[in-house]
């Protein structure tokens, strides 16, 4: 029965609760997507946390989550101190389970 | 996408003759805060009839961006804090008008033209305005002399920056000196007024404050401290600089106003009934005002401080955020999706090369609160610790702390026993230290098949390594050994507070924390321990000291959940005192029909 969790896992995640906090609190200077070498055409900030969040997913904003390959080059430049990576990851996770629907 | 009835919402205007139109949330003004009410409450009612009046002239923007934007970073587009057509696209109505006088008896407003709008429940997310240079200084008239606060203000520095080679910019907060660090930005020779002998006299003490101005003066301005302007000059109607009331003259070619703001209260004073208003409209934990149907979010809504317990606005993106999301669920009658308490004040900023976060109260003077500092690594950090419990952080360093987890750390008073020195030296890896604190939990939940304890009573291991099967053993017979222990007659002792609290018992954990990716897999069913389906997402609801309080204040129970269920047996009247001044709500908290659903809340990602 002990073996049941792992008590020293890796953690790769933030939660869903906390991704949406972080999301909440973006004030959207763009500085991560400034500093990300990933992606590829023009992104906005505001497409990317209401789709990070819920809803559909748009096809410039997916391509952007395949490319994102989880560098952390985001993650400095946040001046509030937010994990973009950890976002994205919960986007890519988003982008699977919608792609598992269809 | 709309339908016939939300094109009868605003019809045509009609010239001279007063109308009433109707709708079932109206929203005044659309910030951050207004917009993301009127997206929740969409969201949770696709029928109701969502208006938004507000007199600004363009979309709701992200203005923190804005320093971004002075400096060329952003274009405006880029500024939307919702994609374009959001509001078309979530069928919310927006009035492009000012409320005069809200008539809360027959509820409903009256706009500048006349026109009456009838509501269900009203928000008032109006904002703050800027205090701007005192009255009666000469020469505030001039051409150049600016207040930043909104898009309006920046567009106008950002065509004047051509020809501008000097700035003085006036104020002692985080607005004044990214404003700085904008203009030096430019290479213009920045003169920067502050009124008192440091930086953020409030929040930062005297060696953070030191380190602040020391990295402003490096990147180039020239600090002016306990200097105020006496009188502005001009030539011909534009500025030509600035007298100091230190007798000395500088000149410039723009004087940039950055003292702070004031919530824009006014509607609070023009409504039919009395609104408790002082800094800001008084609010409770769920956003109602004193008046029944009214709401209030973001700059304008003055919260009780769980830490101080005075009420004040938090004029913060990520507060107005979250007060937007609980008034749009509140309007629609979700109050169980209010639940989530805003915690501490949080701020977090970068400073040029320099990062900044304060949260909490760091630099509070209460005896018992033990204070530790440290200058290691260049940087600057400070803890208020009471027990071992954290009330304040401040950070100056090259790097940004994972600040929303430190402020998890307050909110949740989570023991730091463990991570003291880690924190201290900036170098706390909060993600798997919470994470660790929420799989022991769950381990001895579901161990002991019961309830767990309080997550500061949980006992961290110091695990930052990675595991192997050794150690998992290791840990394994450790746990074990905790299991006796807590099947002990010592804990038997406890016994009638968890039987209390037994059929409140939820997971100690959010369910979401179960996942591959947080690591807190277990491999079992569930369903076997606790045939209530009660593992809502919960938001820890088992009893837990609020944040730490400073004196005079008692721990505050947390919007009205466990603590204040067990308190209203003890004290009722106590209890009741604490809510006189929302007297119309229904003196029963909505815990028992509130919990259930919350499940719904995780639907929302």
């Known amino acids: ?102 | 996408m709309n339908n016939e009835s939300d094109k009868k919402i605003v019809p045509g205007q009609q010239k001279g003759k007063p109308t009433h139109d109707q709708a079932d949330i109206v929203i005044i003004g659309n910030g951050i805060a207004g917009l993301t009410a009127a997206v929740e409450a969409r969201r949770l009612a696709p029928e109701k009839r969502i208006v938004i009046v507000t007199d600004q002239i363009h979309p709701t923007i992200n203005t923190p961006a804005l320093k971004q934007f002075a400096i060329a970073k952003l274009t405006r587009e880029q500024l939307l804090a919702y994609p374009a057509g959001t509001e078309r696209a979530e069928r919310i109505h927006v009035v492009s008008s000012r409320v005069t006088e809200i008539h809360a008896q027959s509820k409903y407003v009256t706009l500048s033209n006349k026109r009456g709008f009838g509501y269900e429940s009203l928000l008032i997310a109006t904002g703050s305005t800027p205090q701007g240079l005192p009255e009666n200084i000469p020469g505030r008239n001039f051409d150049g002399v600016l207040t930043l606060h909104r898009l309006q203000d920046y567009l106008d520095l950002r065509r004047r920056l051509g020809e501008v080679n000097e700035a003085i910019v006036i104020g002692g907060g985080v607005h004044a000196i990214e404003t700085v660090m904008g203009l030096l930005y430019w290479g213009i020779r920045t003169h920067w007024l502050i009124r008192g002998k440091t930086f953020m006299g409030r929040v930062l003490d005297d060696p953070a404050s030191e380190i602040v101005l020391n990295n402003v003066r490096r990147a180039g301005a020239i600090v002016h401290l306990e200097t105020e302007v006496a009188g502005i000059i001009g030539r011909v109607g534009a500025v030509a600089g600035a007298i100091t009331n230190q007798q000395e003259m500088i000149p410039c070619q723009i004087v940039l106003s950055c003292t702070g703001t004031r919530a824009a209260t006014s509607l609070a004073r023009s409504c039919t009934v009395p609104m408790m208003h002082k800094n800001g409209i008084m609010v409770d934990d769920k956003l109602r005002t004193s008046v029944r149907g009214i709401y209030a979010a973001g700059d304008v809504a003055a919260l009780k401080n769980p830490q101080t317990g005075n009420y004040e606005p938090r004029a913060q993106w990520y507060a107005a955020v979250a007060q937007g999301r609980i008034a749009g669920s509140m309007m629609v009658g979700h109050s169980e999706l209010a639940m989530q308490p805003f915690g501490v004040p949080w701020h977090a900023t970068h400073l040029g090369e320099l990062s900044m976060l304060t949260v909490g109260e760091p630099i509070s003077s209460d005896p018992r609160l033990t204070t530790l500092t440290d200058t290691s690594q260049g940087g600057y950090r400070r803890m208020s610790i009471l027990e071992d419990r954290l009330v304040g952080y401040l950070s100056l360093g090259s790097s940004q702390p994972d600040s929303l987890a430190i402020k998890r750390l307050i909110d949740e008073a989570v023991s730091i026993k463990d991570v003291t020195r880690s924190l201290l030296k900036g170098q706390f890896d909060s993600r798997s230290y919470l994470s660790n604190q929420r799989s022991h939990a769950a381990r001895n939940m579901l161990l002991l098949n019961q309830p767990a304890a309080p997550l500061k009573r949980e006992e961290a291991t110091p695990t930052r390594k990675l595991p192997n099967t050794g150690e998992l053993r290791q840990v394994a017979a450790q746990s074990q050994t905790n299991y006796v222990a807590a099947s002990h007659p010592n804990h038997q002792l406890n016994e009638p507070q968890t039987d209390q609290l037994a059929p409140m018992a939820v997971m100690p954990f959010d369910i979401d924390e179960i996942n591959p990716f947080s690591g807190n897999l277990p491999d079992v069913s569930f369903s076997g321990l606790d045939g209530t389906g009660l593992y809502s997402q919960g938001k820890f609801m088992q009893p837990r000291p609020g944040p730490a309080t400073p004196p005079p204040m008692q721990p505050q129970p947390r919007s009205g959940l466990i603590n204040g269920r067990t308190e209203q047996k003890a004290t009722p009247n106590k209890k009741e005192a604490s809510y006189k001044l929302w007297a119309y709500v229904n003196a029963e908290p909505e815990d028992n029909t509130g919990r259930r659903q919350n499940i719904h809340e995780g639907e929302r990602y």
């Open chain 1, 1 to 102: 029965m002990l073996r049941m969790l792992k008590p020293n896992a890796i953690i790769l995640h933030k939660t869903r609760p906390q991704v949406g906090q972080e999301i909440q609190a973006c004030i959207g200077c763009n500085e991560c997507i400034l500093a990300c070498p990933a992606v590829a055409e023009p992104i906005t900030i505001d497409m990317l946390n209401r789709e990070t969040l819920s809803g559909s997913i748009s096809a410039p904003i997916a391509r952007f989550a395949r490319a994102c390959y989880q560098c952390g080059a985001c993650v400095a430049p946040c001046p509030v101190g937010l994990h973009r990576d950890a976002m994205m990851l919960w986007l890519k996770v988003r982008l699977l389970s919608m792609g598992a629907e269809e």
